[in-house]
T-cell receptor, first 115, second 111 residues
Framework: DGGITQSPKYLFRKEGQNVTLSCEQNLNHDAMYWYRQDPGQGLRLIYYSQIVNDFQKGDIAEGYSVSREKKESFPLTVTSAQKNPTAFYLC??????????????FGEGSWLTVV | DAKTTQPNSMESNEEEPVHLPCNHSTISGTDYIHWYRQLPSQGPEYVIHGLTSNVNNRMASLAIAEDRKSSTLILHRATLRDAAVYYCILFLYNQGGKLIFGQGTELSVKP
């Protein structure tokens, strides 16, 4: 079955470390997204990518980096420059063209905690 | 910039209909309206989506205003399992699928 997979589900980061969250989809979707969610809050866009080798900053991109070397993969790196990284991170993908229309799929999320 | 506005919270009684509103006055002609719901610490779950016409599926109905500047998600008979945060999302087709989230409405259902 097609779907979107995030890993790991739980991740701990020490101060000053970079960590990378994985997001993989086998839906042949063009667009992929990363969102941050703080407890009791809505989703805020970090980065999104419409096509391979291209991505745009969202509302809160500072302290984060992404790459889109393959259509299936959109990893998010939380750098040491992100001063308050403890949050729930959600990856999503959507089809924009063709048979996949404009469906949106979300991963199950990753909890990042700074220790 | 595109934007969606939702009430922060709503209450319903079990077995009664629920109408969750969303304002999107800046919507353009090619923007789709999606509704998702989320339980704590889980990814959002698809509910329904539409462009211009009202839509029905097994979970809910979506009523879209004629001018498309607002929409309403209708749960016909609320159950305790429907308690969640409901997000209205604009899918910006002409911007490569950029998603605009509302702040979400927390729905509580009383037995």
């Amino acid at each position: 079955d097609g779907g979107i997979t995030q890993s790991p589900k739980y991740l701990f980061r020490k101060e000053g470390q970079n960590v990378t969250l994985s997001c993989e989809q086998n839906l042949n979707h063009d667009a992929m997204y990363w969102y941050r969610q703080d407890p009791g809050q809505g989703l805020r866009l970090i980065y999104y990518s419409q096509i391979v080798n291209d991505f745009q900053k969202g509302d809160i991109a500072e302290g984060y980096s992404v790459s889109r070397e393959k259509k299936e993969s959109f990893p998010l790196t939380v750098t040491s420059a992100q001063k308050n990284p403890t949050a729930f991170y959600l990856c999503a993908s959507s089809g924009v063209r063709g048979l996949s229309g404009n469906t949106i799929y979300f991963g199950e999320g990753s909890w990042l905690t700074v220790v | 910039d595109a934007k969606t506005t939702q009430p922060n919270s709503m209450e319903s009684n079990e077995e009664e209909p629920v109408h969750l509103p969303c304002n999107h006055s800046t919507i353009s002609g090619t923007d789709y309206i999606h509704w998702y719901r989320q339980l704590p610490s889980q990814g959002p779950e698809y509910v329904i989506h539409g462009l211009t016409s009202n839509v029905n599926n097994r979970m809910a109905s979506l009523a879209i205003a004629e001018d498309r500047k607002s929409s309403t998600l209708i749960l016909h008979r609320a159950t305790l399992r429907d308690a969640a945060v409901y997000y209205c999302i604009l899918f910006l087709y002409n911007q490569g699928g950029k998603l605009i989230f509302g702040q979400g409405t927390e729905l509580s259902v009383k037995p």
